[in-house]
């Protein structure tokens, strides 16, 4: 255990915001809004990057510092101690970062969320689509 904990240190940082639809780029957002999934968390990485057969470590008590109040990173090793890649379809930080923003989507416990409230809520009321006061 404590042979792990320096390697811990030196691998890459994963803040859920980098790959959130919902941030924009000032408040973290790294990749293209097309490819970006919404409201990722650290868990749903975390199994995306042991699909992809990379190691990973979740630290629930960390926070991005530009989003304080949501906690949560995932501590990535991209390259292994003699400078070998871990897995050679993911060269770099932003391939890893698109990688796992296709297949959170796809992740069984976001598909499970998705499909009680599409089947329950049905079209609103139609209302028209103008609002505020009237003119005389």
């Not at 991209?78 to 993911?90: M, Q, V």
């Not at 796992?100 to 009321?125: D, F, I, N, Y």
């Amino acid at each position: 255990m404590n042979g792990e904990v320096p390697n811990i240190k030196k691998w890459v940082v994963f803040y859920p915001i980098y790959i959130n639809s919902k941030k924009t780029v000032a408040e973290g957002r790294r990749i293209s809004l097309a490819k970006a999934c919404e409201n990722p968390t650290c868990v749903e990485i975390a199994d995306c990057c042991n699909h992809l057969k990379v190691p990973n470590a979740i630290e629930i008590d960390k926070a991005y510092p530009r989003d304080f109040m949501q906690r949560g990173r995932v501590r990535i090793q991209l390259k292994k101690e003699d400078g070998t890649l871990c897995n050679p379809a993911i060269p770099s930080r932003k391939q890893l970062m698109l990688q796992v923003a296709e297949l959170v989507p796809r992740h069984p416990g976001r598909t499970k969320k998705q499909e009680a409230p599409s089947t329950s809520s049905t079209t609103g009321s139609s209302k028209s689509a103008k609002g505020g006061r009237k003119k005389r």
